[in-house]
């Protein structure tokens, strides 16, 4: 639950909950060979044409992949675009290795333990519509829940960045918070 109340939890079909089982969302990008590969290919397409059909991604992951003001470092291209410019178009990539972090991001949300995730929002939580004065606390605290639960800060910063975004926070704060955990030595 985000601090603004909202729901992001992606309720899966029985089918899509059967397709997702047949994906290997921690093999993200790595090689397969070629018969094991058309499988989850053929499953990651037919689970995204299910969850578009079905309006069931929330908003914010949704432009996290389409919208090329939330792609850091992007030069102007969403995450879309980039598997465009890269030959990959349509439906194609759905079935590309490297779509595999996207689609478990569209499901799951950002991955960090659920309680950094819950400490993260119940502080959002306390400070109701947080102000530009409450961008340095939010840095500061979102690297201490770094430390705490031991989370490597350079890998899990673009995490820490989706959370930000899916609590509510316009993009210079998501991108502080990115930032200020990146940072953490």
Request: with cysteine; charged share 30%.
């Amino acid at each position: 639950m985000c601090a603004n109340g909202e729901n992001l939890q992606v309720k899966l079909t029985e089918v899509e909950a059967a397709l997702a089982a047949r994906i290997d969302f921690g093999n993200s990008g790595k090689r397969h060979d070629t018969e094991s590969w058309r499988a989850v290919a053929d499953a990651m397409d037919e689970l995204m044409q299910s969850l578009l059909a079905r309006q069931a991604l929330p908003e914010v992951r949704r432009r996290y992949f389409s919208d090329p003001a939330l792609n850091i470092g992007g030069h102007g291209a969403s995450r879309s675009e980039i598997f465009e410019r890269n030959g990959t178009r349509g439906r194609a990539i759905f079935r590309h290795p490297h779509f595999v972090r996207y689609l478990r991001y569209f499901l799951y949300g950002p991955d960090l333990p659920s309680p950094l995730q819950e400490g993260f929002q119940q502080k959002m939580r306390g400070l109701g519509t947080p102000s530009s004065s409450d961008r340095m606390e939010l840095v500061k605290f979102a690297r201490e829940l770094a430390r705490s639960f031991g989370v490597d800060a350079r890998d899990s910063s673009e995490e820490f960045y989706k959370l930000a975004l899916e609590c509510g926070l316009d993009l210079d704060d998501a991108r502080a918070i990115r930032d200020g955990v990146r940072k953490l030595r």
